[in-house]
């Protein structure tokens, strides 16, 4: 499958995160796009922010959502420090698509990186840029904000957009960016952009698939918790510790007799 079938006119593009075999799985069933983001370090490592996720990481979490992905195309994060140069870029990404077999990798920036986009695109690597609210380029969780406020920041999350329209990367995830100027770029964009905390006239959409299960404690006003997952974990465990301490687990039925 390929994201070119993908248009700013087709239906919406539904796109969600997966770190491991099972979440593929499932989310396979429903979505365009998984991504085996560098949000896993948050998701699933307590971490504060994706700045010490690694690039073994990422391919071993690759690896494990490539077994459960059949129909989804599927983009796998370069985290931070792995694409400083083009033949560092070039190097790491092959190594991501040839060890994971993803479709895609995924680069955090715009004009800054253009070269390094441009460099992998013509050494035929599908590539999906990230602009807005760039996480790698957070070392404090208390600089995580919405950006469009102020004219720098919406000029340069603008100029950002351009650059990459016209490189030819898949499309592009508009990240925590306020909706006026995430309603601009999408009316005028000629590839798909995907928001996060954008806007609701972006071409899809794509959340963190622990936020909207309710699994995680981040809860930014652009996730919707479908589910308060975490309550029906803790609910399971404390039946099985009763049950364990009155001695009525195990019961006969879960005996080898």
């Given at each position: 499958m390929g994201i070119k079938k993908f248009?700013?006119?087709?239906?919406?593009?539904?796109?969600?995160?997966?770190?491991?075999?099972?979440?593929?799985?499932?989310?396979?069933?429903?979505?365009?796009?998984?991504?085996?983001?560098?949000?896993?370090?948050?998701?699933?490592?307590?971490?504060k922010t994706t700045t010490k996720v690694t690039l073994e990481m990422m391919i071993r979490h690759g690896q494990s959502v490539r077994r459960g992905v059949k129909k989804s195309y599927m983009v796998v994060d370069m985290?931070?420090?792995?694409?400083?140069?083009?033949?560092?870029a070039f190097k790491n990404a092959k190594k991501i698509i040839t060890k994971t077999r993803c479709n895609a990798v995924k680069l955090e920036g715009g004009k800054k990186i253009i070269n390094?986009?441009?460099?992998?695109?013509?050494?035929?690597?599908?590539?999906?840029?990230?602009?807005?609210?760039?996480?790698?380029?957070?070392?404090?969780?208390k600089n995580y904000r919405v950006l469009g406020k102020e004219k720098k920041d919406r000029n340069k999350i603008y100029t950002d957009f351009k650059y990459l329209e016209n490189t030819g990367v898949d499309f592009i995830i508009l990240e925590s960016v306020k909706k006026k100027l995430a309603d601009k770029i999408c009316k005028e964009s000629k590839i798909p952009i995907i928001g996060i905390g954008a806007s609701n006239k972006c071409h899809g959409q794509i959340l963190v698939t622990e936020d909207l299960l309710g699994f995680s404690n981040f809860t930014p006003k652009f996730v919707k918790k479908y589910l308060n997952l975490n309550k029906i974990i803790k609910s399971s465990i404390k039946k099985f510790t009763y049950d364990v301490k009155r001695k009525k687990f195990p019961s006969i039925k879960n005996l080898y007799n």
């Open positions: 248009s700013t006119h087709a239906k919406p593009i539904v796109c969600l995160t997966a770190y491991d075999y099972k979440t593929a799985c499932i989310v396979d069933n429903y979505c365009d796009v998984v991504l085996v983001g560098d949000s896993v370090g948050m998701a699933l490592y307590g971490d985290p931070k420090n792995t694409y400083n140069t083009k033949a560092q390094i986009i441009n460099y992998l695109l013509k050494k035929k690597i599908n590539v999906v840029g990230h602009i807005g609210l760039l996480p790698q380029s957070i070392s404090n969780p």
